[in-house]
């Protein structure tokens, strides 16, 4: 079956850097869009970012442009989240999240916490 699963999350303090990984496994995973959401505590879940299916078009929050970059690794069936210059308003559960057959899957999301 469709399985995301999310990880690299952790503690880090204010201007580090952590990288996200997404492990897709039970689709085409080169041929869908994949996107990394986030949800900090007492608020909705928010896009941050987008990578097409050939990682030819990428979107990003503006919140996070300049600072996070999405890619992805087809053949290993790997998307990351490189997060740079993190700020205290970054803290989140980050998800990522493929769109199949117009339902959602959703992996089950890891912590990042910035934080000094």
């Known amino acids: 079956q469709v399985q995301l699963v999310e990880s690299g999350g952790g503690l880090v303090q204010p201007g580090g850097s952590l990288r996200l990984s997404c492990s897709a496994s039970g689709f085409t995973f080169s041929m869908y869009g994949i996107s990394w959401y986030r949800q900090a505590p007492g608020k909705s879940r928010e896009l941050v970012a987008f990578?097409?299916?050939?990682?030819?078009?990428?979107n990003y929050a503006d919140s996070v442009k300049g600072r996070f970059t999405i890619s992805r690794d087809n053949t290993r069936k790997l998307v990351y989240l490189q997060m740079n210059s993190l700020k205290p308003e970054d803290t989140a559960v980050y998800y990522c999240?493929?769109?199949?057959?117009?339902?959602?899957?959703w992996g089950q999301g890891t912590q990042v916490t910035v934080s000094s």
């Open positions: 999240k493929a769109v199949l057959w117009g339902r959602d899957h």
């Open positions: 990578i097409s299916s050939n990682g030819g078009s990428r």
